[in-house]
């Protein structure tokens, strides 16, 4: 059984809002483009995917989505859990049985890191989290329709923890450098600039 990966993508001119301070708009609409397409790229060379969808409102998104041969669902809303549970419902009702929920903006994702996520997913009584630097969740993987509500966003990873233990899942945390590397915030921006491991564009 493979599971499907479903990517919550932001208009790109909206994205990478707390980088204002170190690159203008245009460049934050680009920097947004070019990690999707590095994700896109990622996923599908992992192999480890029955559908890539990607659930974004803006008409580019979804045209990146298509070229990189994933599917481009049409958010129906503005908020970021609230598309999670969009694209889950949908891959459900495809027939889905699990599904990965990875946002856009791991510029260190390897191919590597899925494999050990998808990997460690044992069971349909499991829930795979990975943690981000800052307490926030890089990765969700979990059966479908989810068995708990999603909060991603600030200490989310302690939220999804919580609630899929008390849903009866067992807790399976991936924890490596590319995952917890979310690129948020000027100082992200920098290090990633010093040691720019697959930096995108470049």
């Not at 919550?8 to 990478?16: A, L, Q, T």
């Not at 990189?68 to 495809?94: I, P």
Request: hydrophobic content about 45%; proline content about 8%; charged content about 20%.
């Amino acid at each position: 059984m493979k599971p499907w990966l479903i990517v919550p993508v932001k208009p790109f001119n909206e994205g990478k809002s707390r980088l204002s301070p170190a690159l203008q708009p245009a460049q934050r609409a680009e920097l947004s483009a070019r990690l999707l397409a590095q994700t896109l790229s990622t996923a599908q060379q992992s192999a480890r995917f029955a559908q890539i969808v990607v659930v974004s409102r803006d008409p580019n998104v979804l045209a990146t989505a298509r070229r990189a041969a994933a599917l481009g669902l049409l958010e129906a809303g503005t908020e970021l859990n609230a598309a999670l549970e969009q694209g889950c419902t949908y891959a459900s009702r495809a027939g889905a049985q699990a599904a990965l929920l990875l946002p856009a903006d791991l510029p260190r994702l390897a191919d590597t890191d899925l494999h050990q996520l998808v990997d460690s997913f044992v069971n349909f009584q499991t829930a795979v989290l990975a943690p981000s630097r800052d307490g926030g969740t890089s990765a969700l993987l979990l059966r479908l329709p989810p068995p708990f509500a999603l909060c991603f966003g600030a200490e989310s990873f302690h939220c999804h923890r919580t609630q899929a233990l008390a849903a009866g899942c067992s807790v399976t945390v991936v924890d490596t450098p590319s995952l917890r590397f979310d690129l948020d915030s000027p100082a992200e921006l920098a290090e990633l600039q010093i040691r720019p491991a697959r930096l995108p564009g470049r």
